[in-house]
Each structure stands twice: as structure tokens, then as C-alpha cells.
């Protein structure tokens, strides 16, 4: 059953060939000052830099730099990041590059006028903003994380072991995003790949969770199915624009709210990767996609219904002269080869994760509630210890 | 391939069995004057009435009223209206109704202070909007239409014999809008499942178009088979609260930009279910559904790849041992028997249409392009005809 909610995403998206003319329109609406963010420096080999660039000088901008946002942005950077706003009177922080430039500069958006440390306040105590934001905009050029048009924000503390997301509200969304597929083409296959998985999992944590019969999950088997059909072709021909447009969408709608609507989520998948990567400093969709197989195995007696919904509506598997369990297993195996077709990190030991760290990772899991199961700190690991 | 577009769908939106105490919120936001709309008085017996007026006295607005907005809106209504509205000196126009009444609410505001006769300009000439709008919001009491989340506003003229619809931009779009499912309860059945068939034909219409691969195609699959799932439930039993939840936010989502994004559309069964509206005075969703299985027939060898992938993705058809053609029309046939079951008018005959009518009726009927056949006006009577 649809539970209440309330419903805003006001992001305006400019998506296809010419998605980058669309600075003209909204640059103007910000002050001069703007504050350019990025990533370590593919977008000046790439030419998109000097594409931003020329339209921000055209609009009249005073641009500064903030460069070197690392793929996992770290809480020092983040510090760095406030000063370097704080100087430049940023009115607007345009982010160019993948999710992680746009969640280090949602970050700092909300962390230039917080009184306290934002790490404590937004990460540790997960508490709302009080200051004011400086508008966000994005141009992405990975897809993957679906920052370009939600509130979501992660930062490592690598001192803490410690990777954490917070969701803000609407106010810290991006206004706007630029969105060409073309921009994602020049990047190398495995961190392609890695934003395919973390595409399949961001749906997969808000599927997998609930008994009941909701209009999100009818989409969400859409999107599934969308993206599984698109991958397979972009993995063999990473120009094909038909299959990169669509991936990039669906990715955008994995993951700006619509999808949970009415419904509990997991995130426990989220959780075990980003302890991994907290350990590892792993690629992050590739830690999404070494912990998964051996999560979803674990789970799959609590949420059998929803397994075997997902292996006859997302795989097409056949449930005639099956149990359940058949179906559910039939489902995850299908999918476990897609994986693999796609060339995903399959487990934690080629990602760096020991036997002897398993302790460690587990410690630094967080456990959710909205999934088919609460993992006890047993559960986390033998799923560390299934993943090895 | 998606082709290129911009996204911004910026309507908040308050869902569920609280939904009303979003007023609350949006209120505040607007000056004192506020004109309520509502149409024939349902509202005053079911209580939402009551409800409305004690919140909008509680945030102190004045109150004028505009009400006996009729099924099909008028023109001469709109007129109405635009006068009302301006003795109001109206700072918000407040929908209560379903999507006549929200339809009117928008073409109202952007008649107010329209220097042109405003069907004449936006609806004759499909002009766009110059002059400034009143801001609207919506509570919902009938689903099917999702005017409470676009900018459609289709007017009738029954002098001119022609019902249009203006799709008017973001800034037209309802602010706020409120989704109480449990609202659309004492909807008669024979108006709760023409707005079913509504919101299928506004699936339909986009989702038969274009010869490639889209992602909002699978996501109308999705949204296509949660209202076939609920729908059946819902017309068995209208207070089931999970069935009308479901198929509230399916409405929704079935036609505010979202779906046709990337894509060519088609609308030629509204232009034909209008035209019969004209002439009669039908209820909308009838009218679709009196003319659809004729048009779908008379289409499907032009669009043969997409009505066989319809069967088996939406109705689960098996193609195994069946031609593309046998598995495009067992899936029309799964269609026109879950059409049944739900009650829906099944010829234009029912409706008041008689064979000598047909001729005006195909001159009413305006022709789109976007489909797998453009229409000559042969094949519009044929059509007609065949709904008889």
C-alpha cells in the first residue's frame, strides 16, 4: 500500500547532444561569482572543461577553481573545499565530473555557512541543514550515483574508517543538470561498468523491501529491465548512443526520490559496500557489486516472495513446475551472469579485503531496518566472509 | 534513442490519507484572495467541501466562489471565470474537483490577464502564454486525467463543435497539488473506471510511437501493469485503499512529461474520443474507450514490432509457436477482455454516435502525426464505423 508521502523534485534537467547550452539559460540567473568543481583532470583531456569554461566567460562569470576531487571525497577535501568558497563569495558551485564532484559539491554547498563541523553535524549526527545553501548545479560526465537530481551527499573519513551518505532536502538539490550522454563515453570501461552496478543497486535496495503491491515497484521492474537490456549493449560498444542515453536516464530515475515513494527501502547493500570501500578505497560500484551476490543469497528465505516476483518480472524466468525458491534462486543466478557479462568485481579479495579484515569491515557496516532482514553482526560477517 | 529534451516537473505534491494538511503549508504562500472551483456540488456531499473552506479560513483567506465547472468544461464557463476570477482579484485559484476542474482552474489562469480572447489564442491557435498566470493548486477528488501534475487543459466549444487541448508550460503547471486516495471513494463506478481507462489510454497513446528502444518505454510497461493489476481490484471493490493508492499515483505519473520524454507520441485516440465528445457530451474515458480497439486494430500492421512487444511485456502473452502478428492481436484481445471486465463502453454507438453522425464526427477529429499511421480521413470513418 502507497504509505503518505509529500513529492517535490525540482531539478531542471537538460539531457541529449546539446545538453550543454543549457548553462546559457540558467548561468544568468546566479550572481558572478562561481566556484568550478572537478574531479582530477579527465574533463580537461576530454574538453569539456574549456566547453564549461567558454560558456562561463561568455555569461560574464568570475570562475574559481577547486580541482582534484577525489572518487571518494574525503572530509579533509571538504574542509579545503568550504575555504575555497568561502573566498571565492561563491554564488553559485558548478560541478563537472562524475557523482562523487557532485556530492563533495552538495558538501560544501551546505557547509560554507554551518557553524558547527559539518562532518559531525551532517555525516556522524545525520541532522538537518539550518544555514544557508549556495545553489548547486552539475555536469555529469559518469553516470551512476543519480546526484545530478537528489539531495544525496557521501563523504569518507578515512581517519574514522568511516564512508557516509546523508540525503538533504529539496533546498540542496542540484537547480539544474546537464546530462550528454556523449560526455560519459571516454570513461575507462571498468569505472563504466562500475556505474552500471551501482545503477542495479540502487534500484534493487529500494525493490527488495516490503510485502506489499506498490506502482514503484511496476516501475522499478521497468527500469530494471531498461537498464539490463542497455548495459549488455553498451559493455560491447561503449559509443552506442541509444544504450548510453538511456542507461544515463535511467540512472537519474533510480535515484532521485521517485522510486521509494510509498514504500520502505533496504540500503543494507549500500552499507557492506561502503564499509568495503572505507577499508579499501575501492571503486565504489564494483564494493556494491563484490558484496551482493552472497547478501541477496542470505536474504532471500525472508523476502522469498519479492525473489521470485523479481525472477519472473525482471528476468524472465519461468515459474511453471518451480517453487518459489526454484524462481527465486533461477532469478539470482540470471542475474549473477549478467554481472559477470559485464565484467563486475565478483568478490571482496580482488578488491583488497582480507580474511583478517573482515572484523574491521564488519565493524564499520551500518545496519539497516527496512530490508527483508536486520542483519546481526554475525550476519555481516558471513556475507563478508561469502563475498571473500 | 532517447533524442534530446529538458526536464522540470516542479508541482509539490501532498499524497495520502493526510494529504489535506499540505494546505497548510502552501497556503501561507500565496496573498488573501483565493477563488475555490469545484464543479457540481459532489464535493459539498462528500465533506471535502467542508474540509477545504475550514482550512482556508483557518489561514485566514477570503474565500470566492466559482462553482458548477461542468464535466466537459465550456467556453463560455472559461468567460465566466475569467470575470469571476478578476472581481476576486484572486491571488490563488484552488481546484476541488478532478481533472475538469483542474483543466479549467489553468485555463482561467492564464486568461485573467490574457489581452486576447483566450480560445481564440491558446486553444484555436495553440499559442503559448505571454501575459502573467495565477498560480493554482489542486485537491483531487477524481483520478485519470493527471492535470494536477501538467499543464494540460483541454476546453470545450460545442458552437465551434471542437474539444482542444492546450498543453501549456511549467509555469503553468498546478504549485501544489493534493492525492488523498480515500478522496475519490464515492466516485459513481461508471466515472471511476472511465478514468481508469484515462489513464490507459494516456500510457498507451505515448507508448505506441517511435520504432526504438527507450527507457520511458519500459517504464510504461511498469505503470501499464500496475493499473491492469489494480484497476481489476479496485472495480471489485473501490474502497480497497492499496488499489486506489496505486492507481492515484499511476495517473499521476502517466501524464505529467515524464513518459514521453526521449520519445514521439501519438494521441490520436484523444483526438478521436474528443471529437466524439463533442457531439455528445460523453464522459472522456468512454469516449477513449469506445474507439480504441478499432484504432488499435486498424493500426497494428504499422506498428507490428510494438503492439508484439506490448503483448508479451504488458499482458504476458507467450510468442513461443505465434507470428509477430498472432502474438501483437492475442495481445489486444488480452486488452479488450480486461476492458470488459472492468465495464467500460465498448462502441461509440452507446455513447449517442449514430452512422449518420459520422461524417461531422471525422470532421471534428483532428489528425496527429506521431503515431505508426497517419490517418487519412478515410480511415477515420472507417474507424468510426467500425466503433459503431
Known amino acids: 500500500m502507497l504509505g503518505n508521502f509529500t513529492y517535490c523534485n525540482p531539478t531542471k534537467l537538460y539531457f541529449g547532444k546539446s545538453a ?4 546559457n539559460e540558467e548561468l544568468p540567473k546566479y550572481g558572478k561569482n562561481v566556484l568550478l568543481v572537478y574531479g582530477g583532470g579527465s574533463v580537461k583531456k576530454n574538453g569539456i572543461y574549456d566547453k564549461v569554461i567558454n560558456i562561463l566567460k561568455a555569461c560574464g562569470k568570475t570562475v ?13 577535501k571538504l574542509y579545503e573545499g568550504v575555504e575555497r568558497a568561502k573566498k571565492a563569495k561563491a554564488d553559485l558551485i558548478l560541478a563537472v565530473g562524475g557523482g562523487s564532484v ?15 563541523d559539518p562532518w559531525d553535524k551532517y555525516y556522524l549526527r545525520m541532522e538537518d541543514v539550518e544555514c544557508d545553501v549556495i545553489p548547486v548545479g552539475c555536469v555529469l560526465t559518469m553516470v551512476g550515483t543519480g546526484s545530478e537530481m537528489n539531495g544525496g551527499s557521501v563523504i569518507t573519513n578515512y581517519a574514522q574508517k568511516l564512508k557516509i551518505g546523508h540525503v538533504f532536502g529539496e533546498n540542496v538539490f542540484p537547480k539544474f543538470s546537464v546530462l550528454d550522454p556523449e560526455y ?27 510485502e506489499d503491491d506498490n506502482t514503484s515497484d511496476y516501475i522499478m521492474e521497468g527500469l530494471l529491465r531498461s537498464l539490463i537490456h542497455s548495459s549488455l549493449i553498451a559493455v560491447k560498444n561503449p559509443t552506442d548512443y541509444e544504450a548510453r542515453s538511456n542507461i544515463m536516464w535511467t540512472a537519474t530515475w533510480a535515484l532521485n526520490t521517485l522510486v521509494a515513494k510509498g514504500k ?3 540500503w543494507e547493500v549500500h552499507m557492506l559496500g561502503q564499509a568495503v570501500g572505507a577499508h579499501t578505497n575501492a571503486t565504489h560500484g564494483m ?19 519479492k525473489f521470485a516476483r523479481y525472477a519472473v518480472n525482471v528476468w ?10 526454484q524462481t527465486a534462486e533461477a532469478g539470482l543466478e540470471a542475474m549473477e551472469k549478467w554481472m559477470k557479462e559485464l565484467g563486475l568485481v565478483m568478490n571482496i579479495s580482488e578488491l583488497g579485503v582480507t580474511a583478517d579484515m573482515i572484523d574491521g569491515v564488519a565493524k564499520s557496516t551500518l545496519i539497516m531496518d527496512g530490508g527483508y532482514k536486520v542483519l546481526s553482526n554475525d550476519d555481516v560477517k558471513q556475507i563478508l566472509r561469502d563475498s571473500l
Do not use: W
Open 20 to 23: 550543454i547550452d543549457g548553462l
Open 184 to 210: 560519459t563515453y571516454t570513461l575507462p570501461k571498468y569505472q563504466m561498468i562500475a556505474g552500471f552496478y551501482d545503477i542495479m543497486s540502487h534500484i534493487l535496495e529500494q525493490y527488495f523491501s516490503g
Open 64 to 76: 574559481y577553481e577547486d580541482a582534484g576531487v577525489m572518487p571518494n571525497p574525503t572530509v579533509e
Open 316 to 325: 524472465g524466468v519461468c515459474p511453471d513446475g518451480k517453487t518459489d525458491v
Open 287 to 305: 564494493t556494491l557489486a563484490a558484496v551482493s551476490m552472497a547478501y541477496y543469497r542470505h536474504i532471500l528465505p525472508y523476502g522469498l516472495k
Open 264 to 266: 520502505t527501502t533496504d
Open 102 to 116: 557532485c556530492d563533495y559539491a552538495k558538501a560544501v554547498s551546505v557547509s560554507v555557512n554551518c557553524k558547527e
